[in-house]
C-alpha cells in the first residue's frame, strides 16, 4: 500500500504530519513524535512578539498602548510567558535536526510585516527544512479593509520568499469573502503551501468577577468540515501545496480531506488527547480503509472528490444548501 505523497516538494511515507504544538516544543518531545511515524514535524510558533521583545522587550510593546483598557493589554503575555527566546529557539532547530531524520517545519506567527520576518533566513540557517508562516490576527479594526488585510499577508509571504529559499507555506484562517481569489494571489506570490485553517481560541466572560477568561477547547471531527470545503475549492486550482488542519482526528477523516484535495493532514488534538501513540495507529487505520477499498495508493483518491471534478461548482454547492434546507424535517 502506497502512502507516500509530496508537501511542500518534500516527499513524505504518508501524510499525517503532526502539527505545531506543544508537543514539540523539546527534544524528546520531538523524537517521540517521530518514533510514533511521523513523516515530519511541524515546530510550536515563534512569535513576532517574541522577537520584537527580544529587542525592546514586550514591556515597552504594551506601554506604546496607553489608552487602551487594562483588560485588553492584559492580553499580552509578559516575557517570563515565553519558554523559549528567539535564539533558544533557533538552537531548538538546531538540536531537532540532529536528533530526527525525518523533515523539520519551522513556524513563524506574526501579524505586521516587519524587521522581525527576518528570522525566516535564520531559521533557514539553523537547519529547517519548510517554514510555516502563520498568519494569526483577529480583525477588529473597523478602518482595515478586507484588501488592507490581504495586502499585509502578502507582503509578508512575499518577504519570506525573498529571504528564505526553503519551501514556505502560508497558515490562514477561514475568513475572507473569497478564499480562492486569495489563495491566487498567495499562488502567484509563489507560496509553495496553504494551510487550511488556522482555529480561533475565543475568549469567555466570567461574569461574576467580571473578567475575560482564555480558554482552549480541542477540536473534534465536526470541524472538518469547513477545510474539506475549502479544499475542494482550491483543488486543481493552485500549483501550492494544500493540507488540511483542525478536525482530522480519523483515518476517515484524513481519507475526505485527501479526496478533497489535501496533499497532507496536520493532526494535532488528536495526539494531544491520546498521546504521540495514536498517530500510528491512525496510520494503520488509514492503510487497512485503503486496501478494504481497492486505492493502491494515495495519489489515487487526492483530489477525487473536488469541485475541479464538478462541470458547475455553483450550481452544486447551491443545490447542496437548497437540499439541505427544504429536506430537514427535524427529529423523529
Known amino acids: 500500500m502506497d502512502l507516500s505523497t509530496t508537501y511542500l516538494g518534500l516527499k513524505l511515507t504518508h501524510p499525517l504530519i503532526p502539527g505545531s504544538s506543544p508537543l514539540t516544543m523539546d527534544v524528546d518531545g520531538i523524537k517521540r513524535l517521530e518514533d510514533a511515524g511521523a513523516p515530519a514535524i ?44 528567539p535564539e533558544e529557539y533557533l538552537e531548538l532547530i538546531g538540536k531537532a535536526k540532529k536528533a530526527v531524520k525525518v523533515p ?13 520576518l527576518e528570522y525566516a533566513k535564520k531559521l533557514e540557517q539553523a537547519g529547517a527544512d519548510a517554514l510555516e508562516l502563520n498568519t494569526y490576527d483577529v480583525a477588529a479594526d473597523p478602518q482595515d479593509t478586507p484588501q488592507t488585510i490581504e495586502q499585509r499577508i502578502l507582503e509578508m509571504a512575499r518577504s519570506v520568499k525573498k529571504l528564505a529559499r526553503i519551501p514556505v507555506a502560508v497558515k490562514l484562517s477561514p475568513f475572507y469573502t473569497s478564499i480562492a481569489n486569495f489563495a491566487k494571489r498567495l499562488d502567484d506570490a ?22 475575560v477568561t482564555r480558554t482552549i477547547q ?9 477545510r474539506l470545503r475549502a479544499l475542494a475549492i482550491l483543488s486543481g486550482k493552485v500549483r501550492a501545496s494544500l493540507v488540511a488542519t483542525g478536525g482530522v482526528h480519523t483515518a476517515v477523516d484524513a481519507v475526505k ?5 489535501a496533499h497532507a493532514v ?19 487505520e488509514l ?21 475541479a ?24
Not at 480531506?257 to 484535495?261: L, N, P
Not at 496536520?266 to 494503520?284: D, E, F, H, M, Y
Not at 443545490?319 to 429536506?327: A, D, W
Open 218 to 226: 480541542l477540536s473534534d471531527s465536526s470541524e472538518l468540515l469547513l
Open 190 to 211: 509563489e507560496v509553495d503551501g496553504l494551510v487550511l485553517f488556522n482555529r480561533f481560541y475565543q475568549a469567555d466572560v466570567d461574569v461574576e468577577n467580571l473578567e
Open 42 to 85: 511541524v515546530m510550536h510558533s515563534l512569535f513576532e512578539e517574541q522577537i520584537l521583545g527580544d529587542q525592546i522587550r514586550v514591556r515597552e510593546t504594551v506601554d506604546v498602548h496607553e489608552g487602551i483598557a487594562a483588560e485588553a493589554a492584559s492580553f499580552l503575555p509578559s516575557p517570563e510567558e515565553f519558554r523559549l527566546g
Open 287 to 307: 492503510a487497512s480503509w485503503m486496501e478494504r477499498h481497492e486505492y493502491e495508493s494515495l495519489r489515487q483518491m487526492q483530489g477525487s472528490m473536488s469541485l
Open 257 to 261: 480531506a485527501v479526496m478533497c484535495g
Open 309 to 332: 471534478k464538478c462541470p458547475n461548482p455553483k450550481a452544486y454547492e447551491r443545490g447542496q444548501y437548497m437540499h439541505v434546507l427544504m429536506g430537514w424535517r427535524g427529529e423523529r
Open 104 to 116: 523539520v517545519i519551522a513556524s513563524l506567527n506574526g501579524t505586521t510585516p516587519g524587521g522581525w
Open 266 to 284: 496536520q493532526i494535532v488534538s488528536s495526539l494531544l488527547k491520546n498521546g504521540p501513540g495514536a498517530l500510528k495507529r491512525t496510520r494503520l
